[in-house]
């Protein structure tokens, strides 16, 4: 999770220094940097998609290979987040290569990487975004199968047992965070692939509009996923509930002190 926050704090950075330079079209394509935060945009879209799935990956470990305790430690957590960032870095390389007009929408007015060049485009959402959420749906189908092989090796006595019932449940729990937070993510994904297919079937640029849409589409989505990962994890709402009762009373205890 703080895998997850950190990359999307990374986007939100990347977000308003492109917004920044969004106010002045003509410095924002003529900038050299216009493919350099071309990049970093991506890269943060990448590190997100793919800290989705480390963290798929987590929960197949507790869920179904528990048994390989090396699986569980901070050791293999942390060798995955490095190699989540590695291949984040690693796969957006090209788009530093690209033309500066390129990688410039001017329809948005936002250094990303245009479904102007589509086939790049295409093949890199499919790297940076679907290949990822490609192993969280592998690795919800298999802990499907281990809940429905569980239940049917387990005794009726013993699978009614609160050990058994609990473990149950919390993997159904995980099926359904997955679940929603792929569902999530694939709201951004209609318009963006339409405007592909708009750019491979049509030679003039679709209505300017659906440039914005397309963006703010993804930006929503994946801050909508960052809110419904700390809203559907009970013990993070815990937290963040004894956090806020502990401003409010330090916050009634100094005006009740200054009033005195």
Request: with cysteine; charged share 15%; glycine share 4%.
């Given at each position: 999770?703080?895998?997850?926050?950190?990359?999307?704090?990374?986007?939100?950075?990347?977000?308003?220094?492109?917004?920044?330079?969004?106010?002045?079209?003509?410095t924002a394509i003529n900038a050299p940097s216009c493919a350099l935060r071309a990049y970093f945009?991506?890269?943060?879209?990448?590190?997100?998609?793919y800290s989705k799935a480390i963290q798929a990956m987590s929960h197949l470990f507790f869920s179904v290979l528990y048994k390989h305790r090396f699986l569980l430690t901070w050791r293999m957590h942390r060798i995955l987040?490095?190699?989540?960032?590695?291949?984040?870095?690693?796969?957006?390389?090209?788009?530093?290569?690209?033309?500066?007009n390129d990688s410039f929408e001017i329809e948005s007015r936002s250094c990303i990487l245009s479904t102007k060049i589509y086939v790049f485009a295409f093949c890199m959402a499919n790297i940076s975004c679907l290949f990822p959420?490609?192993?969280?749906?592998?690795?919800v189908v298999i802990i499907i199968i281990h809940i429905r092989r569980?239940?049917?090796?387990?005794?009726a006595i013993r699978e009614n047992s609160p050990n058994t019932t609990q473990k149950r449940r919390r993997e159904i729990?995980?099926?359904k965070q997955m679940s929603a937070q792929t569902a999530t993510v694939t709201l951004a994904a209609p318009l963006y692939l339409f405007l592909i297919i708009w750019h491979v079937t049509q030679k003039k640029s679709a209505p300017e509009p659906l440039y914005l849409l397309s963006l703010n589409s993804i930006t929503i989505s994946l801050f909508m996923l960052t809110a419904l990962q700390f809203i559907m994890?009970?013990?993070?709402?815990?937290?963040?509930?004894?956090?806020?009762?502990?401003?409010?009373t330090f916050i009634i205890m100094k005006k009740s002190t200054d009033q005195q």
């Open positions: 999770m703080c895998n997850s926050s950190v990359a999307t704090i990374f986007h939100a950075i990347i977000i308003i220094i492109g917004s920044i330079y969004g106010f002045r079209e003509d945009y991506l890269v943060s879209l990448t590190a997100i998609c987040i490095i190699i989540n960032w590695i291949i984040a870095f690693i796969v957006c390389v090209p788009l530093i290569f690209i033309d500066a959420y490609g192993i969280i749906a592998i690795v569980s239940t049917r090796r387990v005794q729990k995980l099926i994890n009970q013990e993070v709402n815990q937290l963040i509930k004894q956090f806020f009762k502990r401003c409010c």
